[in-house]
């Protein structure tokens, strides 16, 4: 089944101890993407691959950090977590051109206390 | 800039139409998607439009003006599980990104 797949879903976490949140996909897309998901903000974008060791900042990438050693997975870290990065995460892939959208992962919900 | 708007709430009685807007300024545009996003869960793709006019998916349809900066997605027959909340997105010109708007959340009433 084509599929993005993120891990872990839940995860609740203490300030400062860093954390690595896992997104990997099976259809061969180029383009991946993280975005964070706030209340009344909608979708902002984190960080994006367009593919293999090429990344770049989204809107929001401040104390993120990415990489994309291989096609498939495209992990988010956050190096010293903090409260304000309490949010939904979602990764998302997708093909570089034409009419297709974005297939998304499930979605990690990230609590920093 | 980017900035895309659309209303926060709508509601609507279930076997109705509804009509959700969407307006954007963007700094280069390559296309808009509607997403569809039920509680706690991912977006799915709903509907893609490049060009003006109409595209038409069974119970949705979505419409695009380039020169107005203007979309809407239309949904006919309402089910109660179409209650979720609506997003539209601009892809820019690189093709590559993809700006989104706050989202609608419709609610569909028996």
């Known amino acids: 089944e084509a599929q993005v797949t993120q891990n872990p879903r839940y995860l609740i976490t203490v300030t400062g101890k860093k954390l690595t949140v896992t997104c990997s996909q099976n259809?061969?897309?180029?383009?991946m993407s993280w975005y964070r998901q706030d209340p009344g903000l909608g979708l902002r974008q984190i960080y994006y691959?367009?593919?293999?060791?090429?990344?770049d900042k989204g809107d929001v990438p401040e104390g993120y950090k990415v990489s994309r050693k291989e096609k498939r997975n495209f992990p988010l870290i956050l190096e010293s977590p903090s409260p304000n990065q309490t949010s939904l995460y979602f990764c998302?892939?997708?093909?570089?051109?034409?009419?297709?959208?974005?297939?998304f992962g499930s979605g990690t919900r990230l609590t920093v206390v | 800039g980017q900035n895309i708007d659309q209303p926060t709430e709508m509601t609507a009685t279930e076997g109705a139409i509804v009509q959700i807007n969407c307006t954007y300024q963007?700094?280069?545009?390559?296309?808009l998607f509607w997403y569809q996003q039920h509680a706690g869960e991912a977006p799915t793709f709903l509907s893609y439009n490049v060009l003006d006019g109409l595209e038409e998916k069974g119970r949705f349809s979505s419409f695009l003006s380039r020169s107005k900066g203007y979309s809407y997605l239309l949904l006919k027959e309402l089910q109660m599980k179409d209650s979720a909340s609506y997003l539209c997105a601009v892809r820019d010109l690189d093709g590559q990104n993809f700006v989104f708007g706050p989202g609608t959340r419709l609610s569909v009433l028996p």
């Open positions: 998302a892939s997708s093909l570089s051109i034409g009419d297709y959208g974005y297939t």
């Open positions: 259809m061969n897309h180029e383009y």
């Open positions: 691959s367009m593919n293999v060791e090429v990344t």
């Open positions: 963007t700094s280069g545009f390559n296309g």
